[in-house]
């Protein structure tokens, strides 16, 4: 895992948008907070830790390396996914009528999340 403050301060802004995302996802009532929490946890064991860290806490007899390259994948990508619809939401919950020059903004972050979501699923 990179450990450049940029890289660190990032995946934290990342993971507080995915928390809030989750927050979200928990006040409506369904059963998706549960998965997604649980993935939310790995992910922050992950920016913590480091990836190779948590890949060896998840070898388990029987549990072979590739499956926790693909739970970290797994993991890294909801984390993306609920980062993003964390930010869309309170951006769009700004009290502005045109929301036009958010786009720009949004596809910034996009990008960024991206790559801190890619960099904390890379064990090599």
Avoid: E, H
């Amino acid at each position: 895992m990179n450990n450049s403050l940029f890289f660190r301060i990032t995946a934290w802004i990342c993971f507080l948008f995915a928390i809030y995302s989750w927050l979200g996802i928990f006040n409506r009532g369904t059963f998706l907070w549960v998965p997604f929490g649980v993935t939310l946890i790995i992910s922050f064991s992950c920016i913590l830790y480091g990836s190779r860290k948590v890949a060896s806490f998840m070898n388990f007899p029987g549990i072979s390396f590739p499956l926790s390259k693909i739970i970290l994948m797994s993991c890294s990508v909801v984390l993306f996914i609920g980062s993003m619809n964390g930010l869309v939401d309170l951006l769009f919950k700004l009290p502005f009528y045109d929301k036009s020059f958010l786009l720009f903004p949004i596809f910034i972050s996009t990008c960024i999340f991206g790559g801190v979501s890619i960099n904390l699923a890379q064990i090599d």
